[in-house]
């Protein structure tokens, strides 16, 4: 990774700076960072996030390689460029790290979360809640004669739809994995 | 013997032996006891009895520091590992190779609440470079291996290696240094040469060119000091340093500016506020370098050297960022400036040169010594004049006024000499860490310039100092009063003196003979030479308390908030100097 890749004219700040934080455009970037499963490789990273101040939108972790012992973190962030550029090249700094990529701006990425949602209803509202599932490509994965839990995969986006319509339904419980991010094509990132 | 089976704790002995340690500072407690029955039983590794874990740290950042080589602390758990943190922090932010090793409760007990239980590599994760749980002994050697790899690659830093006390009576395989698993974490050494070449044309043109340099020439090795000589005395560029880079080009050097920042030099500070090309190397524009970030060297185009990615752009943006070990890049900016014809604008440098006399001409640290009262800054000119042409000396110092002044009225012309707390400004630093100092170097002289309020921070290391016949000079600049505070509050605070001054202070010369060691008081500018001499010839701790101005302000000062050309020269300047903004920062 780069870290140097820093747009012309965007300036930085120190910890006493008291201007604004927000005068510069806010960004919202997927982080892909490769990691050792360790112990504490997690606590590390968001250590790294709360100590500093970054924001964490969404962060989800999980072994990719059990061979290697190698994890995959996701961390979707937002912050203004000089922000999000310190963000990369102090997750790069920490020793178990392997790569940092920024799957925002290295090219074409596609990014998908799981969420499960217990909607509990009768009559037409239960009717409603399926038909919508039906057209999002929910998945019923636990049926009672009052109640589905539906699973929908999907950009954090189509969830978020798919939760504001089901909250008349009878929304009850949700349940999100966050965002699992991989650049296209076929080279490995 | 490169695979034997061996106990856990005969394993953390060997491998320092391996790692070429020749002193370990520590403290024994419940949790490391396996080790310490395993340093008994060998005279390789010289272990220094601290008197409180925190000195252990100091100490082992100032061995390492006036070495060049990594630190090392033994401690136990729980107590002794919580102590240990301010100096892991103390470290991280200077960038000092330390490894500390702990002790802990058995794997099996890890939970429990047990008795001397702390958290320790979770309390210490944000102040360490890296940590690591030993919960095999077969991988204790390999972690500890990886450990000192860690420390010096790189940015340098501390390290922890906690170690439960099943995992120190356990067997398991040794495996040596070259078998230990480092590959994976190699930081980039060498500089982009398109940025390097891109930096060496900027000079060939510059007018009004200035090196500012820092700790990270001194981290990078003798090689780097002396690339760094050779580029400032082929390009005639002046050159101006941090707090952390003293040394690295030598104060008596013709191209030198004197320290920058908060309380530098007038004439470097303005050199840096006026420059067209900046050459950062090795140092972070740290806040108490730029001031006020928005009017930070506004005419400038700016390179910045470090071996560190996360410390380029982060506080001031640069046009030509060089990721890389300084030895390393400094060589290749040699290389090619050379090939290229070693051309620089002579006529523009010569003006240049010309505007810095007349800042120089200000001089800004000038004092007058008059009346009874010893002023600060004369005591620090007397020790200065008095030990400058000492084949040997190193100084450390506390954190405050003293410390400024030490900067400035102190030179010093080789690196690894001045030991000094510069990020975390950590008082109680000075004493332990020139304990460390002395014991990597025994024959040195070896002072430690002091105010009175930080060095009773640890002061209870006058024991370890006298118990390893450490003849460490603690010259004690004592005001009465926490002198930086009450600088503050004088200029920030309607002079409203909260709690910066302590009554009931201890009879410095009493003090020393309770600890057998030898005090000198004086508080006569005519006695300062002589009781300054007196210290010098005691074969033996002393503890110098030079009884000096009470209400002397450091100057230069540039008012937090302020741009670099906004300096305050002295007592005239600091009315309502500084705004409400500037308070609210530190």
């Known amino acids: 990774m780069s870290a140097l890749k820093i747009k012309k004219g965007s300036s930085s700040h120190s910890a006493y700076d008291l201007r604004d934080p927000h005068a510069e455009a806010i960004e919202r970037h997927t982080l892909a960072v490769v990691v050792d499963n360790e112990a504490g490789v997690l606590a590390r990273v968001i250590g790294l996030f709360s100590g500093r101040g970054y924001n964490i939108e969404s962060l989800t972790v999980a072994e990719t390689d059990h061979t290697g012992h190698v994890s995959r973190i996701t961390i979707v962030t937002t912050g203004t460029p000089s922000v999000i550029e310190q963000i990369k090249a102090q997750l790069g700094r920490i020793v178990p790290v392997h790569e940092v990529h920024d799957l925002t701006v290295e090219g074409p990425s596609v990014e998908r979360e799981l969420g499960l949602f217990k909607v509990a209803g009768t009559g037409e509202k239960r009717v409603e809640a399926l038909r919508l599932a039906d057209i999002f490509r929910a998945n019923v994965v636990d049926s009672t004669l009052e109640s589905f839990v539906f699973e929908i995969t999907g950009t954090p986006e189509k969830i978020d739809a798919f939760a504001e319509l089901m909250r008349p339904l009878g929304l009850l419980e949700v349940a999100r994995t966050g965002v699992a991010a991989l650049a296209r094509g076929d080279t490995s990132k | ?170 067997s398991g395989t040794y495996v040596s240094p070259k078998q230990a698993r480092t590959s994976h974490y190699q930081p980039q050494v060498k500089g982009d040469i398109e940025t390097i070449t891109k930096l060496v044309a900027a000079m060939e043109t510059a007018k009004r060119p200035v090196f500012y340099t820092g700790g990270g020439v001194i981290n990078s090795g003798i090689a780097a000091t002396q690339l760094l000589r050779e580029l400032v005395e082929a390009t005639g560029f002046p050159v101006t340093s941090t707090l952390m880079g003293l040394g690295a080009y030598p104060a008596n050097g013709k191209h030198w500016l004197g320290m920058l920042g908060m309380h530098g030099l007038y004439e470097a500070n303005l050199a840096m506020h006026d420059c067209d090309l900046m050459i950062n190397i090795g140092a972070r524009f740290d806040d108490r370098i730029t001031g006020r970030v928005q009017d930070f060297s506004p005419r400038s185009k700016k390179a910045h050297v470090d071996i560190d990615p996360s410390s380029i752009n982060k506080v001031i943006h640069v ?128 002072i430690n310039v002091a105010g009175e309020a930080s060095w009773l921070m640890n002061m209870q290391e006058m024991g370890t100092a006298m118990q390893f016949r450490l003849p460490v000079k603690q010259f004690i600049l004592n005001n009465e009063r926490l002198g930086m505070v009450r600088q503050w509050q004088e200029l920030l605070h309607g002079e409203r003196y909260s709690h910066s001054w302590s009554e009931s202070l201890p009879d410095f010369v009493k003090l020393a003979e309770a600890f057998g060691a030898k005090g000198i008081r004086c508080d006569d500018p005519d006695n300062l030479d002589e009781a300054i001499k007196e210290m010098l010839a005691y074969d033996g701790p002393v503890i110098f308390d030079c009884m000096v101005e009470k209400h002397e302000n450091c100057f230069p000062m540039i008012p937090s908030g302020e741009a670099h050309n906004k300096m305050l020269l002295g007592e005239a300047s600091t009315k309502d100097a500084i705004g409400s903004k500037g308070a609210v920062m530190v």
């Open chain 2, 1 to 170: 013997m490169s695979k034997t089976q061996m106990t856990g704790a005969r394993m953390v002995v060997e491998a320092l032996k391996d790692q070429g340690v020749e002193v370990v500072f520590g403290y024994p407690g419940g949790a490391v006891l396996p080790i310490y029955d395993e340093i008994f039983q060998q005279n390789h590794i010289k272990h220094v009895l601290v008197r409180h874990e925190q000195g252990a740290v100091h100490a082992a950042e100032g061995y390492a520091r006036s070495t060049g080589k990594v630190g090392v602390c033994l401690v136990t758990s729980g107590p002794g590992a919580t102590n240990a943190v301010t100096g892991l922090t103390d470290a991280l932010m200077d960038s000092i190779p330390i490894v500390v090793l702990t002790g802990q409760v058995p794997t099996f007990m890890i939970g429990n609440d047990a008795f001397q239980e702390a958290d320790t590599v979770g309390i210490t994760r944000p102040c360490t470079k890296h940590n690591w749980l030993v919960k095999e002994t077969d991988r204790l050697a390999d972690t500890i291996h990886q450990a000192f790899h860690v420390a010096m690659k790189g940015r340098p830093g501390p390290v922890l290696v906690d170690i439960p006390k099943d995992v120190q009576f356990a």
């Open chain 2, 319 to 446: 046009d030509m960022p060089i990721v890389g070990d300084v030895a390393h890049v400094l060589e290749d900016m040699l290389r090619i400036w050379k090939s290229r014809g070693r051309k620089t604008n002579a006529e523009g440098i010569r003006k240049w040169w010309t505007q810095i006399e007349e800042w120089r001409a200000v001089d800004c640290l000038k004092f007058e010594q008059n009346g009874k009262i010893i002023k600060p800054q004369y005591a620090l000119s007397r020790l200065e004049a008095l030990t400058k042409d000492h084949a040997d000396r190193y100084i450390c110092t506390e954190v405050g006024q003293h410390q400024m002044w030490a900067a400035q009225y102190m030179g010093f012309n080789e690196p690894n000499r001045w030991m000094t707390s510069g990020g975390l400004g950590t008082m109680g630093y000075g004493f332990p860490a020139s304990i460390g100092v002395q014991m990597a170097h025994p024959g040195a002289l070896v």
